[in-house]
């Protein structure tokens, strides 16, 4: 009996349902760049093809530098060897100067000459407060560059740089002034392209077919491409979300090994998906940094939410070409950025330091939110927590084994039949009780919520959704239905900022029926996720709010999706409490919603060992809040990978356990005593740092710098330090080195720098600047405490972070050649917004001259003003000072302590003893001096 095509998608269906591992990545089921037609075209194009030159230059009302580039006529165009482009209008070009030298460069269709339709600029990313910062160009000076016939115009961009506009060759720079040298350009090789929008006319076949799937492409070619120069640049980062290096891979050129795709920025919901491969996963952040030892960093932002290609060449790609705009012996790295659609909206960060280019880079798409402390300490997830009963079962486990934790969390099975915002009455009766009884031990639960809504009548927010036309849209102007974990689903379109605002309500006590103030949430799916739709996601051609084509913002829904729902638990709060929401996809500005983590992995040593690259990727990319799945979420690890994940998952910024349902339970009491024991010591590593976690993710929640940091980032003159993603550091006081192979008998450390380092456990200082070869111990990765350094800890554990509140402080102090050490600690309540009305203690410590001293670091009239803790301080661990003095004075108090011989940690009697100041018992909040006698 022959089957309907509808019936065989209903069982295949089924089977999804039943084992979605059988839908692993598969590499025929996504475009290549050679079935990616805009792709294939811009990468085709020769270096000099670029045909546009710069006219009609002046400085507008609004203070920015304007212009109109126009192809050249065969009259001006010497060579008479590029195309002549005579059918394009002229394009409008657009630079702005900001503050903290910031340039932007906008480069649209010009809307007085009516083209078909408004091409999309992305709305809710850049920050009203940057705008505000925006410099008038008061006048615009003109000079010659190398042998040009005309002149170029130069703009000031700050006292160190200046911006250039060439008008013919075309070609926009950021320069250092003084000596000219260049920091950052576009169309040096004059690959710049620009589609223009136009009528349709007879004949015209501008469909385009992947698989069983048909785009309409009603608007036609649409897409834009362009060369990157990063000068002086060693290496190249960013771009997320790829499992590959840390240090980006050429894509293109002479000697290219295995990258020969582009970096791929376009959402998707990969299963299972492979490491060291540029094919793009579940976010799109387009911001590249460079970095180099002769010239720092440099920054390049490009604001598109439509799929993006992005090539970085390898030297000598253009070898033989003569149409270079720039000298050919001049150290950079270039790339090639293409884009389906859009408009050009790029930004250039100066830099000169990484941190700088972060701190420029958020200073435009926003500064990380500051978290719930809860959220910082340690997860426990799987798909799926069975019941009730199972969900205390496992609660009490931790407490049996001493092992602590702060969230529980249910996937799609606590739902009734996967409609969100509901509970199955049978496993799930009393959810409230549930999650009351998990906060009366300071814990807290996390459900799941994803975008794809259940079309049945029956379920409320879908019957809201659709008689108020709340969905997206196809292509015939209906509600899109498409197929995902509720089976026949349409999608919110929140794009729309009234849908987001609608949607931000349901997460009310009163529309979330069984939500306590206790539950936060997790958005899965958001890619969005359509399983029957064209490479598993949305059709190009779905139509939003304003007519806008789902080409043009596809990399930004998951955003809006993990904005509304970001709003809504903060609404629920009555805009008390912070919220605490994890996405799977992500676009710039998703850093001021919530945290993110790198999706469906593998219980693989490689895909252990390339968490790191991809979490120091999105940290420089300015998402701090980030973690990949302990133990890997799909495969059933062996105890050797699992304790090695925990032992490095206790240094992510995110730290949770999850695995797939059709995994072997891998609850940490489940490995043997032994490896019970090694899990716990690697929980109880995160729960001691976490004043230490806290007051990093203040840092960068003030100046975007991440909390785990490439080594180059604090190293930027150690050129070893450029091509190493294995370790990281925490903070600028912690390097740790993981552990990537089974049964490793050894570990070679790269300690940079030229201070000292201290090992975590045993206290033994090594030299910096060298590699050192160590002993693969098997209750912890290699940790370094960084000389010259003072690091804030609590060393008593509790069931939950919540109740180690009033616990008191121990400072470790790891004194450098000098004698001298610093640290910083923030505490605030942990939960609300108070700390910005200044709320909050911040304080700075300073060992030097043999005294330790307290001072307030909070701005004048800011900080301990409302908010005070009487916690104290318990132990001070003084590491390389010598010889050991017998006593300290405590000041102002003026009081005598000891100064004794003790073990570095509390649960480590048997390492090495060093000098402990015992219970000084000075206020954390307070001024005070201790002076070593």
């Not at 002229?90 to 480069?107: A, C, E, F, H, N």
């Not at 050009?344 to 990484?354: I, K, L, S, Y």
């Not at 849209?473 to 609608?502: L, Q």
């Not at 409302?866 to 009081?895: H, M, Y």
């Amino acid at each position: 009996m022959k089957k309907s095509p509808n019936l065989i998608f209903h069982i295949l269906f089924l089977l999804l349902l039943i084992s979605p591992s059988v839908f692993s990545w598969k590499k025929d089921e996504f475009r290549n760049c050679n079935q990616t037609p805009f792709c294939k075209r811009a990468r085709s194009r020769k270096p000099g093809s670029c045909n546009l030159i710069a006219t009609e230059v002046s400085i507008s009302d609004d203070g920015d530098l304007i212009a109109k580039l126009i192809p050249k006529t065969q009259e001006n165009n010497e060579s008479q060897d590029a195309p002549v482009e005579v059918d394009s209008k002229p394009l409008l070009l657009t630079v702005s100067v900001y503050q903290d030298g910031i340039l932007r460069l906008k480069i649209d269709e010009e809307q007085s000459l009516n083209p078909p339709k408004k091409r999309f600029e992305v709305p809710d990313v850049i920050l009203d407060e940057f705008l505000s910062k925006k410099l008038y160009l008061q006048r615009l000076s003109e000079e010659k560059i190398d042998n040009d016939l005309g002149f170029s115009s130069v703009v000031y961009l700050d006292g160190d740089y200046e911006g250039v506009l060439r008008h013919d060759p075309f070609e926009v720079f950021v320069r250092e002034r003084g000596n000219g040298k260049r920091v950052l350009s576009i169309n040096s090789n004059g690959l710049f392209d620009f589609e223009q929008l136009r009528e349709k006319k007879e004949g015209d076949d501008w469909e385009e077919r992947f698989r069983s799937h048909t785009d309409t492409r009603p608007y036609g070619p649409q897409s834009i491409s362009f060369d990157v120069s990063f000068f002086g640049a060693d290496i190249v980062s960013g771009i997320p979300e790829h499992a590959t290096s840390l240090a980006l891979k050429p894509t293109s050129g002479p000697g290219v090994d295995g990258f020969s795709e582009p970096y791929r920025l376009f959402n998707l919901d990969v299963f299972e998906y492979i490491d060291e491969s540029p094919f793009g996963l579940y976010g799109s952040i387009p911001f590249m940094i460079s970095h180099g030892k002769a010239r720092g960093s440099s920054g390049f932002f490009w604001l598109n939410a439509a799929e993006m290609q992005i090539d970085v060449f390898g030297t000598g790609w253009n070898a033989g070409q003569d149409k270079i705009m720039m000298p050919v012996d001049e150290k950079r790295i270039d790339t090639l950025w293409m884009s389906e659609a859009g408009v050009v909206d790029a930004f250039f960060f100066v830099g000169p330091g990484p941190k700088d280019v972060i701190r420029q880079y958020t200073s435009v798409t926003g500064r990380p939110a500051m978290p719930q402390l809860f959220s910082t300490a340690y997860h426990q997830c799987r798909w799926n927590y069975r019941d009730e009963e199972d969900v205390f079962d496992v609660d009490s486990k931790f407490d049996e084994h001493d092992i602590p934790y702060d969230v529980l969390w249910l996937d799609i099975d606590h739902t009734d039949g996967r409609r969100y915002f509901t509970w199955d009455k049978v496993l799930f009766p009393n959810p409230e009780e549930m999650q009351n009884k998990l906060a009366a031990k300071g814990r807290h639960m996390v459900t799941i919520v994803d975008p794809h809504i259940k079309r049945d009548d029956n379920y409320y927010i879908h019957k809201e959704a659709s008689d108020n036309g709340y969905y997206i849209k196809d292509a015939s102007n209906r509600d899109f239905d498409g197929w995902c974990w509720s089976g026949s689903s349409s999608y919110t379109d929140m794009v729309n900022p009234h849908i987001r605002s609608w949607w931000a309500d349901k997460f009310s006590y009163g529309n979330y029926v069984g939500s306590t103030p206790s539950l936060y949430v997790w958005n899965d799916m958001n890619e969005p996720s359509v399983f029957n739709g064209p490479e598993l996601t949305m059709p190009r051609d779905a139509l939003h709010f304003g007519g806008i084509e789902h080409r043009e913002l596809h990399n930004v829904y998951g955003y809006y999706f993990h904005m509304a729902t970001s709003n809504g638990l903060v609404k629920r709060g009555n805009g008390k409490d912070r919220p605490f929401v994890l996405s799977r996809a992500f676009f710039p500005g998703t850093q001021r919603y919530g945290a993110v983590w790198t999706g469906d992995n593998t219980a693989e040593w490689e895909h252990l060992r390339v968490s790191v690259p991809m979490l120091l990727t999105l940290g420089l990319t300015g998402i701090s809040f980030s973690g990949a799945d302990v133990g890997g979420f799909f495969g059933n690890p062996e105890p050797d990978l699992l304790v090695r994940w925990y032992q490095l998952g206790a240094y992510y910024p995110f730290f949770r356990a999850h695995a797939h349902q059709d995994t072997k339970r891998r609850e940490p009491w489940l490995f043997g005593e032994r490896n019970t024991e090694l899990i716990r010591e690697a929980i109880h590593t995160r729960y001691m740092f976490l004043p230490y976690f806290y007051t990093l993710f203040r840092e960068a929640n003030m100046t975007g710098t991440p909390v785990i940091r490439p080594l180059w980032m604090e190293f930027p003159a150690e050129e070893e330090t450029f091509s190493n993603d294995e370790a990281f550091m925490v903070g600028n006081s912690l390097l740790v080195q993981g552990v990537y192979t089974q049964r490793a008998k050894h570990v070679s450390v790269y300690l940079p720098g030229e201070q000292s380092w201290y090992d975590l456990r045993s206290g033994a200082a090594y030299k910096g600047g060298k590699r050192h070869k160590f002993e693969a111990l098997e209750d912890s990765v290699p940790a370094f405490q960084r000389a010259g350094t003072i690091i804030p800890r609590k060393d008593r554990f509790r069931r939950s972070s919540t109740q180690m509140g009033t616990d008191p402080y121990t400072l470790v102090i790891a004194l450098n050649s000098s004698k001298e050490a610093e640290g910083e600690l923030y505490i605030d309540d942990g939960k609300s917004f108070e700390f910005e009305n200044g709320a909050y203690i911040h304080r700075h410590f300073k060992f030097s001259n043999g005294k330790l001293t307290s001072s307030n670091a909070a701005p004048s009239g800011a900080g301990g003003n409302r908010f005070s803790t009487d916690c104290t301080v318990e132990r001070i661990i003084l590491l390389g000072l010598s010889p050991a003095p017998k006593s300290a004075l405590i000041e102002p108090a003026n009081q005598k302590v000891g100064v004794q011989l003790g073990p570095l940690t509390i649960r480590h009697g048997n390492s090495p003893s060093f000098l402990t100041i015992r219970r000084p018992n000075v206020r954390i909040e307070d001024d005070w001096t201790i002076k070593i006698l």
